[in-house]
């Protein structure tokens, strides 16, 4: 209890600190294992606004958690995911558009907790752009500096040196853990909030050979809990009125 109450304590500060982006919308997703609660970074607008846009439209409602990987995410938001039969291969189900990508880096990272939109490889996608419905939670590891230099040295040969693992992301990566060869590749738009360890719990299903649960796991409902206010009402503008013609 004491090393679950210390690694709570942990995650909330980093959050807090070394995390500060603002959050005006949160999702809430029903699922056969718990709920779990999203809050969308606003510093990621695009992909804020399609993922409100998806969950309005109840594209999310029973599909499945179809790619899990223990030590690493769960993803989810396949659209052929929802009347899939059992063993079927999944992962292709989409919306024929992507998002732009929304990099925050080093503000933004892939720490334990975060959501981030998957996407097609760089073969077929060079920037990067992601997917419209699938997304993923990150789980992942704890790091040690060791096993960070050598990551770094793999995101080198990725971005060409763009991206780096700055001290502040360091010590997260080493004490929350999370997924840090994925920084500056995919983009994280959102935190849990509420149900990490429905996360955790998840993570650590038996799954196949196609890394699908042996034992269905559905989104049972998701729903738009805190949403972006209204725009304003146009103003009508008062028409002149012209007065009609004497007759002479």
Same mark, same amino acid.
């Given at each position: 209890?004491?090393?679950?109450?210390?690694?709570?304590?942990?995650?909330?500060?980093?959050?807090?600190?070394?995390?500060?982006?603002?959050?005006?919308?949160?999702?809430?997703?029903?699922?056969?294992?718990?709920?779990?609660?999203?809050?969308?970074?606003?510093?990621?607008?695009?992909?804020?606004?399609?993922?409100?846009?998806?969950?309005?439209?109840?594209?999310?409602?029973?599909?499945?958690?179809?790619?899990?990987?223990?030590? %690493?995410?769960?993803?989810?938001?396949?659209? %052929?995911?929802?009347?899939?039969?059992?063993?079927?291969?999944?992962?292709?189900?989409?919306?024929?558009?992507?998002?732009?990508?929304? %990099?925050?880096?080093?503000?933004?990272?892939?720490?334990?907790?975060?959501?981030?939109?998957?996407?097609?490889?760089?073969?077929?996608?060079?920037?990067?752009?992601?997917?419209?419905?699938? %997304?993923?939670?990150?789980?992942?590891?704890?790091?040690?500096?060791?096993?960070? &230099?050598?990551?770094?040295?793999?995101?080198?040969?990725?971005?060409?040196?763009?991206?780096?693992?700055?001290?502040?992301?360091? @010590?997260?990566?080493k004490t929350i853990?999370?997924?840090?060869?994925?920084? *500056?590749?995919?983009?994280?738009? *959102?935190?849990?909030? @509420?149900?990490? &360890?429905?996360?955790?719990?998840?993570?650590?299903?038996?799954?196949?050979?196609?890394?699908?649960?042996?034992?269905?796991?559905?989104?049972?409902?998701?729903?738009?809990?805190?949403?972006?206010p209204a725009p304003?009402?146009?103003?009508?503008?008062?028409?002149?009125?012209?007065?009609?013609?004497?007759?002479?």
């Amino acid at each position: 209890m004491k090393r679950l109450l210390t690694f709570a304590c942990a995650f909330c500060l980093a959050s807090a600190t070394l995390n500060a982006q603002t959050t005006s919308t949160e999702v809430l997703f029903e699922t056969t294992k718990g709920n779990i609660r999203i809050a969308l970074y606003d510093e990621t607008p695009q992909h804020r606004d399609n993922f409100l846009k998806l969950t309005k439209m109840g594209s999310y409602d029973s599909l499945l958690f179809h790619r899990v990987i223990k030590d %690493f995410m769960i993803q989810t938001g396949d659209i %052929f995911s929802k009347k899939a039969k059992p063993g079927q291969l999944l992962g292709s189900g989409d919306y024929d558009y992507t998002t732009e990508a929304e %990099f925050r880096l080093p503000k933004i990272f892939h720490r334990r907790g975060v959501v981030a939109a998957a996407r097609e490889g760089d073969e077929k996608n060079p920037e990067r752009r992601s997917g419209a419905s699938q %997304f993923y939670m990150v789980w992942g590891k704890v790091y040690d500096d060791r096993r960070l &230099d050598y990551t770094q040295q793999k995101i080198d040969s990725i971005t060409n040196g763009q991206v780096k693992i700055t001290p502040e992301m360091r @010590e997260v990566y080493k004490t929350i853990g999370g997924t840090p060869h994925l920084d *500056g590749q995919y983009t994280v738009f *959102g935190e849990i909030i @509420e149900g990490l &360890d429905v996360v955790e719990a998840i993570q650590g299903v038996a799954v196949d050979k196609n890394d699908r649960p042996l034992e269905d796991i559905r989104i049972l409902k998701a729903t738009v809990t805190k949403d972006l206010p209204a725009p304003p009402a146009p103003k009508a503008t008062p028409k002149r009125k012209v007065a009609p013609k004497k007759r002479r």
